[in-house]
C-alpha cells in the first residue's frame, strides 16, 4: 500500500541524507520527497511517499522518530489530506496539434509557460489522479520530457501536527 509521510525536521545540513539514508539502509524505496522551510525557519517539512504494508510503514515510522533531527512523524494515509505535485511537461506541439494541446490544457486549467517552434511546456499543478489523465492525453502527441516536484500533503480541516514549540503546523 502507497502511504505519505509527513515530518517535521530541523532546518540543518545533513537531516535529509539522514533520511533517505535510513530508507536505502533498510531497503525501503522512496516514491516521492519534497522538503521546505516552514514558517518557523529552524524547521522543515518533508513529505515522502512509499510502498510497503502496515509493520513495514509502522518500522518506518518507528526509525524516523528515534533520528535527532526529526520533531514529528505522521502518516497521513489513513486521515483526510490534501495533496498536489506540480508538473512540467514539454511536449511535440507543431501546425493544428498546437491547439489540441491548448485546449487540452485550459481543460485541466493548466499553464503553458515555454513555447518554441516546435514544443509547448506545459505546468499543471494537481492530485496524482489529475496529473496522470494529462499526461496520458498529452502522451500521442509525443511527450519530449517531464520534471515532477514530488507530492506535498497537508492534513484536512481544524487538524493540525505542531512542533515542540507550538509554532509550526503540518
Do not use: W
Request: glycine letters at 8%.
Amino acid at each position: 500500500m502507497r502511504h505519505t509521510i509527513s515530518l517535521l525536521v530541523r532546518n540543518k545540513p545533513g537531516v535529509l541524507s539522514h533520511i533517505a539514508g535510513l530508507f536505502s539502509a533498510r531497503g525501503y524505496n522512496i516514491d516521492s520527497l519534497t522538503v521546505g522551510e516552514t514558517d518557523d525557519k529552524t524547521v522543515s517539512r518533508m513529505t515522502i511517499v512509499t510502498i510497503g504494508d502496515d509493520k513495514i510503514i509502522e518500522q518506518v515510522t518507528k526509525q524516523l522518530n528515534k533520528l535527532i533531527d526529526v520533531i514529528k512523524v505522521v502518516d497521513l494515509t489513513d486521515q483526510p489530506f490534501v495533496d498536489r505535485e506540480l508538473v512540467l511537461i514539454k511536449v511535440q506541439a507543431e501546425g493544428d496539434k498546437r491547439s489540441q494541446i491548448i485546449e487540452i490544457t485550459d481543460i485541466f486549467r493548466a499553464k503553458i509557460v515555454d513555447v518554441s517552434v516546435k514544443t509547448v511546456t506545459i505546468e499543471v499543478t494537481g492530485d496524482e489522479g489529475k496529473i496522470q489523465a494529462i499526461i496520458e492525453l498529452l502522451n500521442p502527441f509525443g511527450i519530449k520530457e517531464i520534471a515532477r516536484t514530488g507530492k506535498v500533503a497537508i492534513a484536512r480541516g481544524k487538524d493540525a501536527v505542531r512542533n515542540s514549540k507550538g509554532g509550526t503546523t503540518c
